[in-house]
């Protein structure tokens, strides 16, 4: 893909940035103004974040983990509420220093797209917008949670328990039948 096209795409967008530190905020925002962007808004708090995206309709939202009042897991709850909140696939890049694992996991079953860990390069966040653009994935409910459709291709839901006998069985049928 080249550059003007990449650029041209950035500069179309409209996004959201939401954390409580404004030094990060301002990083953020010259990240994507270096990249393109020619919209980009600000919100320092889950509540204001929530306003912002009734208001002025983002493309694309980057929040942080940590707010003040309502958190970046409990913002993307509240966004992926179908029925409930006017834009539940609205795309989410969660851009925070919790690099632990059971805050990524958190974080994918609340809904997020995808995940960033501060500090991160211009390019990783340019690779993570492309991504939400160029290959965006549909929203699916899985139990519980209203998130994207995983990745991984031909998968359309997840296996309840009593089917996975089912499926270990049909695997070795199709290993036996592969083989003769």
């Known amino acids: 893909m080249s550059a003007k096209v990449v650029k041209q795409l950035i500069d179309n967008l409209n996004i959201l940035v939401v954390d409580g530190n404004p030094y990060m905020r301002k990083v953020t925002r010259i990240m994507l103004m ?6 980009v808004a600000e919100a320092s708090d889950g509540l204001s974040a929530l306003e912002s995206i009734r208001t002025m309709d983002p493309d694309v939202m980057l929040l942080e983990w940590d707010l003040p ?3 970046g897991a409990e913002v993307t709850r509240i966004v992926r509420s179908p029925g409930v909140f006017p834009r539940p696939n ?3 890049i ?8 059971h805050y990524v996991h958190e974080a994918m079953r609340a809904g997020v797209h995808e995940f960033l860990i501060k500090p991160t390069s211009p390019k990783a966040l340019q690779d993570r917008l492309i991504a939400i653009m160029f290959r965006p994935r549909q929203m699916v409910q899985l139990g519980k949670y209203y ?11 997840l296996p309840h328990v009593e089917e996975l006998p089912q499926l270990a069985q049909m695997r070795e049928l199709n290993a036996l039948q592969a083989v003769a």
Do not use: S
Not at 34 to 39: I, M, T
């Open 34 to 39: 270096n990249l393109g962007a020619k919209q």
């Open 69 to 71: 009042v309502l958190g």
């Open 147 to 157: 998130v994207p459709a995983p990745r991984r291709a031909g998968v359309r839901e």
């Open 94 to 101: 969660m851009l925070t220093a919790r690099a632990e694992r």
């Open 90 to 92: 609205l795309p989410i």
